[in-house]
């Protein structure tokens, strides 16, 4: 699509309300937060440089949710304005339709769809990073981990000596799994080292042993110089620590972890309902700027206080009825995919229905 010059006015009206929310309704949250625990995080021998960068640190979280309620008033501002002034009035009567002269801030939805994508990845690591700082939690190594026992898939338990994630090498590696008889025996895999291919996401052990335990007093015993086992699906990374929140996981890592549990027979409906929102919120972005671009033509000559308002009201119906739809994904009654979409095709559905109904 080739930019015009009505395209360029439009575009750049757009993205200065919306990098001015998106910015600007974080630091509001981040400025209330930090009143609330001000005393707390001094209390913890924090220098004033340190809450500031524990702050900066939970940026990429608040703008996470924030983005489509930024999409949202940056539309409703941008076209109310424009209705205000008259300008949609005479962009038609220049032969462009109402369609047309939104096409810039749908493009530009979609550019906002995809850096919510980008920030969702980002604000698991740094939330994290931000309680480390605040002394909310002890500092998780970043290279290395030494003498730890940490407990993967299918009931397998990994003790490891030393780990050392640059180098993608364990040391001293013992791999357990307790049988249940004959189909199912236990395993007992000890190894002078593995080290990981990141190409292929395996693990090979070198030089060791490996127990089969059949039942009581019943083994057999090998020796190997090379072993690839396919049970080990852990990344270094993963390794670093055991105990993780979802909160905490970025898309495929909670992907992995929803696996694990599926396969040890728990219900895994809301964590399914949380791994979608991470792609469906972001996705709102373009929907609720369907949504908003002819809901804002319903009272063109309306000051900014009934845009606050349209902005207002339709951010809380959407968390109203993305609350909902998580309660029905958790509780079984939908499908987890089904409940992490149903507020975009609800707000989908009103935005086409108002498009059509669009003067243009």
């Known amino acids: 699509m080739m930019l015009t010059l009505l395209d360029r006015y439009v575009l750049r009206t ?8 998106a910015l600007g309704f974080p630091l509001i949250s981040i400025l209330i937060n930090l009143t609330d625990n001000l005393s707390r995080l001094l209390g913890r021998g924090l220098t004033a440089r340190e809450i500031m960068v524990s702050y900066i640190y939970s940026v990429p979280e608040n703008m996470f949710i924030i983005l489509p309620a930024a999409v949202l008033f940056a539309t409703v501002f941008t076209v109310g304005g424009m209705g205000r002034h008259s300008e949609i009035t005479a962009a038609k009567a220049g032969g462009r339709s109402f369609y047309r002269l939104c096409a810039p801030i749908f493009v530009a939805s979609l550019f906002a769809a995809g850096l919510g994508v980008l920030v969702g990845e980002m604000a698991p690591v740094s939330t994290a990073r931000q309680l480390e700082v605040q002394k909310a939690r002890e500092a998780r190594p970043r290279k290395f981990r030494y003498n730890f026992v940490y407990r993967g898939d299918d009931g397998w338990v990994y003790t490891v000596r030393t780990l050392d994630v640059a180098s993608r090498i364990m040391r001293q590696v013992v791999l357990e799994r307790q049988g249940l008889g004959l189909e199912y025996p236990g395993l007992a895999i000890a190894a002078d080292s593995a080290t990981y291919d990141s190409l292929t996401g395996i693990w090979m052990l070198h030089h060791g042993t490996s127990r089969r335990v059949i039942g009581p007093g019943q083994a057999e015993l090998f020796s190997f110089a090379q072993l690839r086992l396919q049970t080990l699906r852990e990344q270094p990374a993963d390794l670093l620590a055991e105990n993780k929140a979802p909160n905490e996981m970025r898309y495929r890592e909670l992907g992995r972890y929803i696996s694990a549990l599926r396969r040890s027979g728990n219900d895994v409906s809301k964590l399914e309902v949380d791994q979608a929102l991470k792609i469906a919120v972001p996705a709102t972005c373009f929907v609720i700027a369907i949504f908003a671009a002819p809901l804002a033509l319903t009272s063109p000559r309306a ?30 009654l939908v499908e987890p995919l089904v409940a992490a979409w149903m507020p975009e095709a609800v707000f989908l559905s009103a935005g086409l229905w108002l498009m059509v109904r669009a003067r243009t």
Do not use: C, D, N, R
Not at 16 to 21: A, D, E, L, P, Y
């Open 14 to 21: 757009w993205v200065g309300i919306f990098i001015g929310t």
């Open 303 to 332: 000051g900014a206080a009934v845009g606050i308002g349209i902005g207002l009201g339709t951010t809380l119906v959407f968390l109203l009825v993305l609350e909902m739809s998580k309660a029905f994904g958790a509780s079984g």
